[in-house]
């Protein structure tokens, strides 16, 4: 239960001071009107304070227009087609695969055979025209917590992501408090337009409550009302704080594009922010310390300006007769089989440049006589290159091992054991969070006490970022007050990082900047190097 005072708004926590008007319910609680108002529009009749049933509500007057946000400012076809006569890239995806080991003997059988498939995305080009524009909208939170040292620090960012815009890329920002506000709308960062963007940004002020639905529906509206798109979308939320407006379960509007969310800071609601990004195939990111905030926007712009891959979709099909697939293990990225385990698939979507991605296919390799060689699997990839508009498919080769009479001296190979170790390390981190969640802090730290045992027991000498890992992990469970402060948001930052394969920004990275590099590529590692020297 939330507590009051006659001189603060239960809502926003500011003072109730002359100036602004001031909704007295009929349980004597006050709160400003604006915030009220707010909270009611999204269907909250209950007293936040008390939990009192209101029969009286504050006049909300006619429902407001639509608006329609197509405003955006046109993509200069020009502009388009040079861009595309210079991406003169042929380099494309790099496909290597594994198998657990290179040869089964005729008269045994392999259960749950491990075939590595690893991708590679090719490297980006350094000049503005010969890489892929992108529109950007930004979400960001001004409520009254995050005045002060916050503000200033955010606008610090914002000036960074700005800078480092380009003339083909366009951008808009959503503020929210108690409600949700565009700034401007998607607008082309050249030199002028990064002025007038800066000078509204520079100019907002912190005050107010947290209505993070109003702002995500505000954001989405700008991507699905616009007349023009660039071939990048994405959006970048930012909050410190628990979503005050709106006390039903959120439901994340559906425009297809990827919602990167930073949690600001030991109030801001991890679970909500995580489930945002999981749900829109975006990344959640947690800013511990106040200082990395214009690093972690760097490491997130640093690939979004480096999108070589789209659309990207992973076919496997089996192709001696007597396999079927078992298993693929593909992190948070949708999966499926045919009927008869033959087929599957992977939708893996946007790569940045030089990204990779690890996926893991199993079957059961039954014994055989007759061949000396067998073939298993073939790969398929398929996908859109963003630049050219065009699709491109890329046929791999067929995966085989020998089925010689007698094996000996086999060695695992070490890529598909360290994905082995990978996999594991992520669904021990993943089982222990489940378990910290029902308050049993100890067993919690046992699970991941025990993947860490069996990690150390392999043969692989490049475990030991993982072994790291789940110390870091252990740390963030050693008792409630750690856990409910930062624990639950590193342990589910680390878990975005690992399901979707790509770099996240998690802990003090003052003390943990090897955990910062894990999936981070060159684009991201040199915009992170330039945000240390900005501004000085």
């Keep these: 239960m ?18 602004h008007a001031i909704f007295i319910a009929e349980c004597s609680h006050s709160f400003h009107y604006h915030c009220i108002t707010s909270n009611v529009q999204n269907g909250n009749r209950v007293c936040p304070v008390c939990r009192a049933l209101w029969k009286e509500i504050p006049f909300q007057g006619m429902p407001p227009q639509q608006i329609l946000y197509d405003d955006d400012e046109p993509v200069n076809q020009e502009s388009e087609e040079m861009h595309s006569a210079k991406s003169d890239s042929d380099e494309g995806i790099k496909i290597k695969t594994y198998t657990e080991i290179p040869a089964v003997a005729k008269s045994a059988n392999f259960d749950d055979f491990g075939i590595l498939i690893n991708l590679k995305a090719p490297v980006s080009k350094e000049s503005l025209n010969s890489r892929t524009p992108i529109d950007l ?7 009254g917590s995050m005045e002060g040292s916050k503000i200033a620090l955010l606008k610090k960012a914002m000036g960074f992501v700005v800078q480092n815009l380009g003339p083909l890329d366009r951008l808009s920002v959503i503020s929210f408090a108690s409600s949700a506000r565009r700034l401007f709308p998607l607008r082309h960062m050249t030199e002028i337009g990064k002025q007038e963007s800066l000078q509204v940004i520079n100019s907002l002020v912190a005050n107010g409550a947290t209505n ?6 505000k ?7 616009r007349k023009f798109k660039n071939p990048v979308s994405s959006m970048i939320l930012l909050s410190d704080g628990q979503d005050t407006c709106n006390h039903e379960p959120l439901t994340l509007p559906d425009t297809r594009v990827p919602i990167h969310t930073f949690g600001f800071g030991k109030d801001h609601d991890a679970n909500l922010m995580h489930s945002i990004s999981e749900k829109s195939r975006g990344m959640f990111s947690f800013i511990e310390v106040e200082s990395v905030i214009q690093d972690a926007f760097a490491q997130c712009i640093g690939g979004l300006l480096s999108v070589v891959v789209q659309e990207l979709r992973v076919e496997v099909e089996c192709v001696h007769p007597a396999l079927r697939l078992g298993s693929i293990k593909a992190g948070s990225y949708k999966v499926g089989m045919d009927d008869n385990g033959r087929c599957g698939f992977i939708e893996v979507g946007d790569l ?3 990204e990779e991605r690890d996926f893991l ?5 039954p014994d055989n006589e007759s061949d000396n060689e067998m073939p298993l699997v073939k790969f398929r990839v398929i996908h859109k290159d963003p630049i050219k508009n065009t699709f491109v498919n890329i046929e791999g080769n067929e995966v085989t091992i ?3 009479e007698t094996v000996v001296n086999q060695t695992v190979s070490l890529e598909v054991q360290r994905q082995r170790n990978r996999l594991n390390v992520a669904s021990a981190i ?3 969070r489940v378990v910290a969640e029902h308050g049993d802090l100890m067993e919690a730290r046992l699970v991941l006490e025990e993947c860490k045992t069996k990690l150390e027991a392999t043969s692989d000498d490049d475990c030991g970022y993982l072994e790291d890992e789940l110390e870091d992990m252990g740390f963030c469970m050693v008792d409630e007050e750690m856990y409910e402060s930062t624990g639950r948001a590193n342990v589910l930052a680390g878990l975005s990082a690992h399901a979707s394969q790509r770099a996240t920004t998690w802990g003090d990275s003052r003390k943990l900047g090897s955990k910062m590099k894990t999936y981070q590529t060159p684009a991201m590692a040199k915009m992170v190097k330039s945000s240390k020297t900005f501004g000085n």
């Design 402 to 404: 020998l089925r010689p």
């Design 137 to 143: 909208v930004t979400i960001l939170d001004i409520s």
């Design 2 to 19: 939330m507590s009051s005072s006659k001189q603060d708004c239960a809502i926003c926590t500011d003072m109730l001071n002359n100036g």
């Design 212 to 217: 993070i639905l109003e702002a995500l529906k």
């Design 219 to 225: 954001g989405s509206k700008v991507m699905t009302d």
């Design 430 to 432: 993943a089982d222990a």
């Design 352 to 354: 940045y440049a030089e």
């Design 361 to 365: 296919v199993s079957t059961d390799i």
